[in-house]
């Protein structure tokens, strides 16, 4: 069993849509959870930082942790077309400052007019 | 403004040369990381360093070196080695600590023929 799991997609939804982005994990150990967004051709930026369970909001977007069942979202509403891009989920034990940072593949979404 | 640049964009190589990618960060993070990313295929952890004339390998270390000899540099060589060297190379920084999320570059695209 990989270590993180995320659907590939590709997702595509209408202008306006809420968006849900999901990832799971195995290690029972990880307390740090984020997540970056990659447009085509550029590097990944952070979109949201959460640590242990619970929801983090940043304006149209909510992180949700649930450690009970391995289980990480990313919840975007009133979903734009400047919201295509790939969405990485990625997570840690210790933060991630010593390398051990684990991501998942991507999830590839398209929001069309 | 502040952040990690990575040079060139683009680079391509014949089989069999050594080629270095650029990697500056002006964020005055102590920690320094090289990925990889293939379709398909989550971020992969090359090397990361902690502190100036210090590194560690990560999972895919093998046909890479790097050198950090200044904080604000850590390139990273892809040698005659490296089987499959045609990837999408990132590099990242973060401030040392446990709550420390990755600063990434926009990438250098390397096909090697």
């Known amino acids: 069993q990989k270590e993180v799991e995320q659907d590939p997609g590709p997702l595509s939804v209408p202008e306006g849509a809420i968006v849900s982005l999901n990832c799971t994990y195995s290690?029972?150990?990880?307390?740090?959870f984020m997540w970056y967004r990659q447009y085509s051709r550029k590097g990944p930026e952070l979109l949201m930082y959460t640590y242990s369970s619970g929801n983090k909001e940043d304006g149209r977007f909510t992180a949700q942790v649930d450690k009970s069942s391995k289980y990480i979202s990313l919840f975007i509403r009133d979903s734009q077309p400047s919201d295509s891009a790939t969405y990485l989920c990625?997570?840690?034990?210790?933060?991630?400052?010593?390398?051990?940072?684990?991501f998942g593949k991507g999830t590839k979404l398209s929001v069309k007019p | 403004d502040g952040g990690i640049t990575q040079s060139p964009k683009y680079l391509f190589r014949k089989e069999g040369q050594n080629v270095t990618l650029s990697c500056e960060q002006n964020?005055?993070?102590?920690?320094m990381y090289w990925y990889r990313q293939d379709p398909g295929q989550g971020l992969r952890l090359i090397y990361y360093s902690q502190i100036v004339n210090d590194f560690q390998k990560g999972d895919i270390a093998e046909g890479y070196s790097v050198s950090r000899e200044k904080k604000e540099s850590f390139p990273l060589t892809v040698t005659s080695a490296q089987k499959n060297p045609t990837a999408f190379y990132l590099c990242a920084s973060s401030r040392e600590g446990v709550v420390s999320p990755l600063h990434f570059g926009n990438g250098t695209r390397l096909t090697v023929t």
């Open positions: 964020l005055n993070h102590d920690a």
């Open positions: 290690n029972s150990a990880f307390q740090y």
């Open positions: 990625a997570m840690s034990d210790n933060g991630g400052s010593q390398g051990n940072l684990i």
